[in-house]
Every structure is written in C-alpha cells, then in structure tokens.
C-alpha cells in the first residue's frame, strides 16, 4: 500500500521521527523529486522525536524543488508538528480533529561536566535553531516563539491556524488540497 501512495506522491509518518525515519522520508522525497515536478504530500501523524532526524527531512522538504504540501491528522506533536508547518507556505494543512503539540528543546537543569556542558550546548542550539525557524513560518518573533513553546503547547487545528502554524483547515469532505 505505501508503494502505491509513493507513486501517487504520498508519504505518511505515523511513527516517532527517528534516524530510520528520516533515512526512508529523505530517500522518498529525493526519489519523487527525481521522477516528477508534481507537489508532494507529506501526511504527518506522529508523537514527534529526534530534532536532527527532524531537520534532516526539513532540510530535504527544501532542498528539492517540488511543493512539499503538509497535512497533519490525528496526533501531532513536537518535531511533528514542526514538519507540518515546515511545508511550502500557503499549502500547510490539518484535518479537523488532530491535535497538535508544540514545545521547544528544554533544559532540565545546568550542566555539570565537559561532556555535560558540549550537550547542554547542542540542546540550546538545536532550541534556537527550531524557534527561529518557527518565527520564520509563523512572521513572529524569537522571543515571542521561545516564550509561547517553552513548555509543552496543546493547539487545535484553528489555534494552529491562527498562531500561523498552518494555512488552512481541511474540512471533513474528501479532496485533496
């Protein structure tokens, strides 16, 4: 069934953003760019996971130069929920009951080590990193990103709409976008 969604440029993610993840997205993404210049539609439903296995797909969603439309359905949090709005802009969907979480890397307490101190470091640039793209999707500032998704955010799809998260809300009759 997946083969035949990738022949009509379907990818899903039903599953935590993992290294395998992101090595079976990237290579479909890459593989559909290199046979057609249709849009892609990228399903997200997904309990979030790994910040690079995450910026790993966002940096192939951009790289190749087929529209990666988006659409999040069901569960939708974290690295997820910034997949879906990483799609092209204008063509960031979700379906009327997902649930869509959002948070930010945090900090549970000061470093202590070296080795302690090179990951706290990597959290805080990872954190950075993914609030000042959000600022990018959402025309927000930073600040404004840090401080709303410092700790976990639940948002309906209006409240997703709203915040800028996504461009539309897809009604429950059955089209594609």
């Known amino acids: 069934m997946l083969d035949r969604l990738l022949r009509h440029g379907i990818l899903h993610i039903a599953e935590p953003i993992t290294d395998r ?3 079976r997205v990237t290579a479909a993404l890459l593989l559909l760019a290199a046979e ?3 849009p892609v539609t990228l399903y997200i439903s997904s309990p979030g996971g790994s910040v690079p296995a995450g910026m790993a797909i966002y940096d192939v969603m951009r790289h190749i130069d ?3 439309v988006t659409i ?3 569960y939708c949090a974290s690295m997820a929920q910034f997949l879906v709005s990483a799609g092209t802009p204008g063509k960031r969907y979700a379906l009327p009951n997902a649930r869509m979480m959002l948070h930010l890397p945090s900090f549970a307490q000061a470093p202590t080590g070296t080795a302690e101190a090179g ?3 990597e959290l805080r640039h990872s954190r950075d990193r993914v609030a000042g793209l959000i600022a ?3 025309h927000r500032e930073v600040g404004q990103v840090v401080r709303d998704f410092a700790d976990d955010r639940w948002l309906t799809p209006d409240e997703a709409l709203e915040y800028g998260l996504i461009d539309h809300v897809l009604d429950a009759t059955p089209q594609r976008p």
């Open 72 to 74: 999040g359905l069901g």
């Open 21 to 23: 993840t992101a090595e």
């Open 119 to 121: 990951r706290h470091e």
């Open 36 to 38: 057609t210049d249709r």
């Open 136 to 138: 990018d999707f959402t």
């Open 66 to 68: 087929n529209d990666v």
